[in-house]
């Protein structure tokens, strides 16, 4: 039995069709937040099967006081050994928060050749979520980075300070995602 061909799209080209339906759902009033949900949780997902090549996708946790050289050494060492990737980091690029790990992941993202990058920040802008938003974020990181096709693990700049980023790097062990982990400094 022979299955038809998949459809493929390009990465850019499945970006420009996110960007698109980002448009056209704000044009007919869907919320922003309903909109982002919508866009990133199951436009990606969904289309990310049809995308040429099946990259590599990292997802990054780090912690708030990361050194920039090591981040920036680390990501650079696994791009070579992977070739191109999809890295999802928890930074908001408007607001440039938060600093340390997830800023510098982000930096060396934008600029490093066959890397897309798709940031997933924390909703700190909704009431309900107090305090909880950093955590929701790292949860919707490591199931954003599962949820991607190909092969894929968690990298993780962990220091003894850093809760966060060692309950994130707990949560994709225990969830079965390959985490790499290395010091933060």
């Avoid at 990361?66 to 690029?93: C, H, N, Y």
């Avoid at 107090?130 to 949860?139: I, T």
Wanted: proline content about 8%; overall charge positive; charged content about 25%.
């Amino acid at each position: 039995m022979r299955f038809p061909k998949r459809p493929r799209v390009s990465v850019d080209q499945r970006q420009d069709m996110a960007r698109k339906l980002h448009l056209t759902l704000r044009e007919n009033g869907v919320p922003p937040e309903q909109t982002r949900r919508i866009v990133y949780s199951f436009f990606f997902t969904d289309v990310s099967s049809w995308c040429e090549p099946d990259w590599f996708t990292l997802g990054y946790t780090g912690w708030r006081h990361a050194s920039r050289a090591k981040v920036w050494t680390d990501l650079t060492r696994i791009r070579e050994q992977v070739g191109p990737m999809r890295l999802i980091v928890g930074f908001d690029p408007t607001r440039r928060t938060p600093k340390g790990g997830d800023m510098h992941a982000y930096d060396w993202g934008v600029q490093a050749p066959g890397v897309t990058v798709e940031c997933l920040p924390a909703p700190w802008h909704l009431p309900e979520l107090d305090k909880s938003a950093g955590p929701y974020r790292n949860g919707a990181i490591v199931e954003r980075t599962l949820a991607a096709v190909g092969d894929r693990a968690m990298l993780a700049h962990l220091h003894p300070k850093s809760r966060g980023a060692a309950g994130t790097a707990a949560y994709a062990k225990w969830r079965g995602l390959r985490v790499i982990e290395e010091t933060a400094i």
